[in-house]
């Protein structure tokens, strides 16, 4: 089944810790994204990738870095960095750059002990 | 700066009735309109869109108006059902710019029997 993979589920943190949040789609996207969601606000944009070893920031970007080096994945590290790092991430690809819908993976819950 | 608003944190409907979200915007730039669906701790699943040439679209249940004039869209969903209860997000994007989506903070339907 084609689809977006997001891993793990459930993510807990030390403060001062950096983790990664692993991101794989199979569905052939060029296009793939980090979107941030916390209580009472919308998804907002970290980073985006238009096509491999190209990224570019969103509108939050402080605190998080990603790499392209595989069409098929996109993993975000959380830096020490990230001021309020606690929250639901979701990673979403779409077929081309410009292109419509995007397909969401099921996210991943940071939470920082 | 919100430029997608969703103003209605939540609403609750009666089984078999009309449920009308709304989603208003800000950016005269935007020119694709998207609607999705999200249960909690779960990825968004994408539900309808409409593009600016079009003041309507129709999937079965689920039709969306576009009043560009007044850069306002809404949601319609007849009749409820209580498996539609979730969290609705309008979304927006300019076509050609790597299908980034800005989404509104989200609209709580709370479909009751």
């Known amino acids: 089944d084609g689809g977006i993979t997001q891993s793990p589920k459930y993510l807990f943190r030390k403060e001062g810790q950096n983790v990664t949040l692993s991101c794989e789609q199979n569905l052939n996207h060029d296009a793939m994204y980090w979107y941030r969601q916390d209580p009472g606000q919308g998804l907002r944009l970290i980073y985006y990738?238009?096509?491999?070893?190209?990224?570019q920031k969103g509108d939050i970007a402080e605190g998080y870095s990603v790499s392209r080096e595989k069409k098929e994945s996109f993993p975000l590290t959380v830096t020490s960095a990230q001021k309020n790092p606690t929250a639901f991430y979701l990673c979403?690809?779409?077929?081309?750059?410009?292109?419509?819908?995007?397909?969401f993976g099921q996210g991943t819950r940071l939470t920082v002990v | 700066d919100q430029q997608v608003k969703q103003n209605s944190p939540s609403l609750s409907v009666q089984e078999g009735r009309i449920s009308i979200l709304n989603c208003d915007y800000t950016n005269s730039m935007f020119d694709y309109f998207l609607w999705y669906k999200k249960y909690p701790a779960e990825g968004p699943t994408f539900l309808i869109s409409i593009s600016s040439i079009k003041d309507k679209n129709e999937d079965g249940r689920f039709t969306v108006f576009l009043n560009k004039s007044a850069k306002h869209l809404s949601l319609h969903i007849v009749p409820s059902q209580p498996g539609d209860s979730a969290v609705y997000f309008c979304a927006a994007s300019v076509a050609g710019t790597a299908s980034k989506l800005t989404f509104g903070t989200g609209t709580r339907l709370q479909v009751t029997l």
């Open positions: 990738s238009q096509i491999v070893n190209d990224f």
């Open positions: 979403a690809s779409s077929n081309r750059p410009g292109g419509t819908e995007a397909f």
